[in-house]
Structures are given as structure tokens and as C-alpha cells.
């Protein structure tokens, strides 16, 4: 079998609750730029939770550490992270295993 | 714009230590088989924290409410359910909204 060499990692962010609207834009954006423009962008899903929308989760997919690097310096990237710095209230950022990813 | 019907859903589960390797093999064959065999379950994502494996995460995205009502009467889900019953030490439940899904 090849060696997986995917980055795979979940992001847990808390969102000031009047800026939620206006994050998520941007973050919508960001997405749809990464997902069109990195080949090495695999997936990126992003939800928040109904109940508190500040709670947002992203699961994040990269096809290799070089793609993630690549990644952080995009123009795209560095548009979000320095629109959103004052929205963001806390981040973690989680290196997960993938068990299985399946989807239509 | 279509009405958005789709149920997205977030899993977080709590595993008993010793018993991941099982737990996880359970769940991989429960994805693939809902994957493969129901119109309706339109993603399945699992992956479990790299420094805490016995904490799995899931993505769920369902065509409509029917659709995970339906999944969760079928042989091959309710099989996985008997089977890691004893496995799961807690799962919480998290209705979601999608800001955006993207893959390639």
C-alpha cells in the first residue's frame, strides 16, 4: 500500500458572536479560492454549530505537508487570516488520523 | 435559490482505550457499506485525534431527514450500532450548518 502522506487536521474556532456573519463570508471565500486554485487542497468542509453559530469546525484535508506550507502562502490565505485576526477568539488546531473519508 | 435540505451533523465519540483498534475497523465497514449502498448518505467523514485516539470525530451529511432516518433502520448501520455498543464510552450529537463543503 502507498504511504498516506495527506495532512489531515480539524480546526476548532471560536467566532465573536456579532462578527459571525461577516467571518463566515470571508471564510467562504477563502474556501472556494483553495479548493479552485491548490491542487494540493484536497477538501476543507466548514460548519457551525446551529445552536451557536460562534463555535465554527473545519475539517481540513492537504495532500502533503509541502501542499499545507503552500498552502498558508497563498495570497487567499494570508487575505482571510489578516481579515478575520479581530474575529477569531480562540483557534485549535487538531492533527487527526483519518479512519475513513467517504463521500459521494 | 433550492431549499438547502440536507442534514449535516457533527459525531464526537469517546472510545474505551483498549478497544480503538476494534472500534475503528467496525465503523470504516458501516461507512463504506452506507456509502455504497444508500442514495441518501451523501458524505461520511471519521478520523480520530493523532495524541488522543480514542476521540473520533465524524462529518455526516444527509440528503434530507428522510434520507438519515432511513440509514439508520439498515442492517449494515444497525449491525455497527449492536457491535460497538459497549465500545462507545460517550457520543455527543451536534446539528450543524454548512458554511461551505468543498472537495476535489
Known amino acids: 500500500?502507498?504511504?498516506d502522506q495527506r495532512v489531515v487536521r480539524i480546526a476548532?474556532?471560536?467566532i465573536v458572536p456579532s462578527q459571525v456573519a461577516e467571518y463566515?463570508?470571508?471564510?467562504?471565500?477563502?474556501?472556494?479560492?483553495?479548493?479552485?486554485?491548490?491542487?494540493?487542497v484536497?477538501?476543507?468542509?466548514?460548519?457551525s454549530h446551529k445552536?451557536?453559530?460562534?463555535q465554527v469546525?473545519?475539517?481540513?484535508v492537504y495532500a502533503s505537508q509541502a501542499a499545507?506550507?503552500?498552502?498558508?502562502?497563498t495570497p487567499h490565505f494570508l487575505k482571510y487570516k489578516t481579515a478575520t485576526a479581530t474575529?477569531?477568539?480562540?483557534?485549535?488546531?487538531?492533527d487527526v488520523h483519518p479512519i475513513m473519508l467517504a463521500a459521494k
Open 68 to 73: 499545507y506550507e503552500a498552502h498558508i502562502q
Open 12 to 14: 476548532e474556532l471560536e
Open 1 to 3: 500500500m502507498a504511504t
Open 57 to 60: 469546525r473545519l475539517l481540513e
Open 51 to 54: 445552536s451557536e453559530p460562534h
Open 42 to 47: 484536497l477538501m476543507l468542509h466548514a460548519v
Open 87 to 94: 474575529m477569531v477568539v480562540s483557534l485549535r488546531l487538531i
Open 24 to 40: 463566515t463570508a470571508l471564510l467562504a471565500e477563502e474556501i472556494a479560492a483553495s479548493i479552485e486554485r491548490e491542487p494540493g
